[in-house]
């Protein structure tokens, strides 16, 4: 089974930037993507990026033009630049991964902007 492992959370303020950092157990093939959602309390899970084995990438419109997801296939990890960060962007911040019918979910790691 993948196992993902997210690293890079932490406290930061309004305007400052963080960098997360998904990896992977082993190397993946075929077609999947992977991504990063996030959750605060009371709320459901939403989708923030993603990025697919053809390297097609999608952002929650909330993000756009702030945040980057990105890998390296080399090293199996997936990328979140977080720049501009602001009070909303705080939660808990989940990588996934899936291909067909099989996700996988690291175990979160959390963000927090101060104003």
């Known amino acids: 089974q993948v196992q993902l492992v997210e690293s890079g959370g932490g406290l930061v303020q309004a305007g400052g930037s963080l960098r997360l950092s998904c990896a992977a157990s082993?190397?993946?093939?075929?077609?999947?993507?992977m991504g990063w959602y996030r959750q605060v309390p009371g709320k459901q899970r939403e989708l923030v990026a993603t990025i697919t084995s053809g390297s097609s990438t999608n952002y929650a419109d909330s993000v756009k033009g702030r945040f980057t997801i990105s890998r390296d296939n080399a090293k199996n990890t997936v990328y979140l630049q977080m720049n501009t960060l602001n009070p909303e962007d705080t939660g808990v911040y989940y990588c996934n991964f899936r291909i067909g019918s099989y996700v996988r979910w690291g175990q979160g790691t959390q963000v927090t902007v101060s104003s």
């Open positions: 082993q190397t993946i093939y075929g077609l999947y993507t």
